[in-house]
């Protein structure tokens, strides 16, 4: 038998504040840096960058999906595979755009992703 509690349920609230949250910051990063190629000639490198953002901003479409049905769920293997080629493509964001990116910016991700991981590693210690 399930037994759902209210303190199961803070933390599910929780975990989903903190997962839109950091939705909200991986688009912030990606307008970021879409705003610093604004200003660079097209080449092959910035449309390499440019597809990796539309990568990202696609996950992003998926998990705001789910986040307007209220299943954005850390546990639900849907949204953390999208949650984690999101993370993948938002690096391969900063790689391609290196020159664009300073240490204010590099922290975003790094936060974004330590987040995610922090809400595995949650999730998973509340399952044993």
């Known amino acids: ?3 759902v509690t209210e303190t199961d349920l803070t933390v599910d609230r929780e975990n989903t504040a903190l997962l839109t949250e ?3 910051q991986a ?3 990606c307008a970021r840096i879409e705003e610093a190629t604004s200003r660079l ?3 092959n490198d910035v449309d390499e960058l440019r597809m990796k953002i ?3 901003r696609g996950a992003l479409a998926v998990l705001q999906g789910f986040f ?3 299943l954005l769920s850390v546990e639900n293997t849907i ?3 999208t949650f984690r080629q999101l993370i993948m ?3 391969w964001v900063l790689f391609e755009a290196r020159g664009l990116v300073d240490r204010r910016l590099f922290r975003k991700l790094v936060q974004i992703e330590s987040g995610f991981t922090y809400l595995l590693l949650a999730a998973q210690s509340r399952k044993t």
Do not use: N
Request: contains cysteine; aromatic residues 4%.
């Open 1 to 3: 038998m399930l037994c």
């Open 22 to 24: 950091l939705m909200l």
């Open 27 to 29: 688009e912030m990063f």
């Open 41 to 43: 000639p097209r080449t």
């Open 54 to 56: 539309s990568q990202c």
């Open 68 to 70: 307007e049905t209220d």
């Open 79 to 81: 949204v953390s595979g």
């Open 89 to 91: 493509s938002l690096m």
